[in-house]
């Protein structure tokens, strides 16, 4: 949704945020990332007006959200 890299599935994300975050961060930052999808950016409907990061989001892909 942030538009960060073009994949169609999860497992193609993953391995592109892979290449472009710091091997010494990933830990950490899939942490993040996970809990922000878990918590704010819901598949179906996410919490654009929650969420800490929506000024820099392209939204790709959401048509309904809260």
Same mark, same amino acid.
């Given at each position: 949704r942030w538009g960060y890299v073009k994949?169609? =599935?999860?497992?193609? +994300?993953?391995? $592109?945020? *892979?290449v472009k975050l710091s091997h010494k961060h990933w830990i950490a930052i899939n942490t993040i990332l996970v809990m922000h999808g878990q918590n704010i950016c819901k598949? #179906? %409907?996410? #919490? &654009? =007006? *929650? &969420?800490?990061? +929506?000024? &820099? &989001?392209? *939204? $790709?892909?959401? +048509?309904? %959200? *809260?």
């Open positions: 994949t169609k =599935t999860p497992h193609e +994300t993953e391995q $592109a945020l *892979r598949p #179906l %409907s996410p #919490l &654009c =007006t *929650r &969420c800490p990061v +929506t000024n &820099c &989001c392209s *939204r $790709a892909g959401v +048509t309904r %959200s *809260r």
